[in-house]
């Protein structure tokens, strides 16, 4: 399971990417090709079934998470191919939007900016700093077991 966690994580990026992408297309009246180039002419209007549509993914995406993310590492490195989304798309994205390089690029760029993303960041960052600490607690036996105490109770 630890591989699907960061490979989960990163096709999430793509995907609100992508919906954010065309949302942003649909309120100027045009859809995106391949390419990247706005190319597909629809009428002007306030898409809110895409936005709708990235609520939804996100939504799913941390439950998700929290079903596969069950150890240690597999947090950490949904937490890291998170956060190097973000800082990669922070990088390029004046890059990427202006050459118009491809769909893939942009819709890369646009998810590793968006809210949602840096949301899931601080989401998986807690949870990793939550699972953390519980751990150490759960071994540890309180001081009365360690002394003795309860044990001449009896």
């Known amino acids: 399971m630890k591989i ?8 999430v990026v793509l995907l609100l ?3 954010a992408l065309q949302s942003e297309g649909i309120s100027k009246g045009f859809l ?3 390419g990247g180039i706005p190319s597909i002419n ?3 209007r306030y898409p809110w079934e895409l936005q709708l549509a990235i609520l939804l993914v996100a939504f799913m995406a941390v439950v998700v998470y929290r079903k596969i993310a ?14 190097l989304a ?26 590793g900016a968006s809210p949602l993303i840096l949301g899931f960041i601080a989401a998986a960052l807690a949870d990793v700093m939550s699972s953390r600490a ?4 759960e071994r540890r036996r309180p001081a009365a077991y360690q002394r003795g105490w309860i044990a001449l109770r009896k």
């Open 4 to 11: 699907f966690g960061p490979i989960g994580a990163f096709l």
């Open 70 to 83: 069950n150890d240690h590492a597999s947090k950490i490195a949904v937490s890291g191919v998170l956060i």
């Open 86 to 111: 973000a800082v990669l798309s922070l990088l390029f994205y004046e890059t990427v939007h202006t050459t118009r390089t491809n769909l893939f690029a942009m819709a890369f760029v646009n998810g």
């Open 17 to 19: 990417g992508y919906l």
């Open 32 to 34: 995106f090709d391949v």
């Open 134 to 137: 519980g751990a150490g607690k």
């Open 42 to 44: 629809v009428a002007q």
